[in-house]
């Protein structure tokens, strides 16, 4: 079975801008997660989708924001980024009902300059 | 607020020389406590889940143990390999699949 799938690996982008960050899950799971990992911060839970609908938020502000497709992949974009933006997205995927375990992708390092 | 502490913050070993790392938690209504191994620049690599007080789970070196305040991962006789960082998660109830993670503790296993 194919494991989670993250694009881009890696990005840099400078103050002001936008970006879109792409999350393909494990065939036939239907929740997308998304955490962002800063070695302060640690992992802080973002969003979660599930079947299309934002079903869980965290802590960010309005800049953040997501969506899913009928075909579970999942998108983030973060709009006027700030240096303390900085950090690496990670994207986790989950049946979304019953088994509760979140499988991992290898992320995106996001750097603003 | 569901808190989330693990210890140490690092942990330096020698191969073959056993220990214990703790995670610490304050939730209402825990669903799942998980834990992650993460390598330097990668996603975390599930490892195990635990539901209930009193649950055990194994893999290779490693043994998860969880009560009603905290969980333990044991490894035994580490190798080199087993270097890393671990974190800690909790989820709490319903429809809420949101995960809150420990600090985490970063392992080296020196040969």
């Known amino acids: 079975k194919a494991g989670v799938t993250q694009t881009p690996r890696y990005l840099i982008k400078t103050r002001g801008q936008q970006v879109t960050l792409s999350c393909s899950p494990i065939?036939?799971?239907?929740?997308v997660s998304w955490y962002q990992q800063t070695p302060g911060q640690g992992l802080q839970f973002l969003f979660e989708?599930?079947?299309?609908?934002?079903?869980n938020k965290g802590n960010f502000p309005g800049r953040f924001s997501g969506r899913q497709f009928s075909n579970s992949r999942s998108e983030m974009n973060v709009s006027t980024l700030e240096l303390g933006d900085s950090a690496l997205y990670l994207c986790?995927?989950?049946?979304?009902?019953?088994?509760?375990?979140?499988?991992f992708g290898p992320g995106t390092r996001l750097t603003v300059t | 607020e569901d808190q989330v502490t693990q210890s140490p913050e690092a942990l330096r070993l020698q191969e073959g020389e056993s220990s214990s790392l703790n995670c610490s938690y304050t939730?209402?209504?825990?669903?799942?406590l998980f834990w992650y191994r993460q390598d330097p620049g990668k996603g975390p690599e599930f490892l195990f889940t635990?539901?209930?007080a009193g649950e055990e789970k194994e893999k290779e070196r490693l043994k998860a143990t969880l009560t009603k305040k905290e969980s333990f991962l044991h490894i035994t006789a580490p190798k080199p390999e087993d270097s890393a960082t671990y974190l800690c998660?909790?989820?709490?109830?319903?429809?809420?699949?949101?995960?809150?993670f420990g600090k985490g503790t970063l392992l080296t296993v020196n040969p």
């Open positions: 986790a995927s989950s049946s979304g009902t019953g088994e509760r375990e979140q499988y």
């Open positions: 065939s036939g799971h239907r929740s």
């Open positions: 989708y599930f079947s299309e609908t934002q079903r």
């Open positions: 939730v209402s209504g825990l669903r799942g």
């Open positions: 635990l539901y209930s």
């Open positions: 998660a909790v989820q709490t109830g319903g429809s809420n699949y949101k995960l809150t």
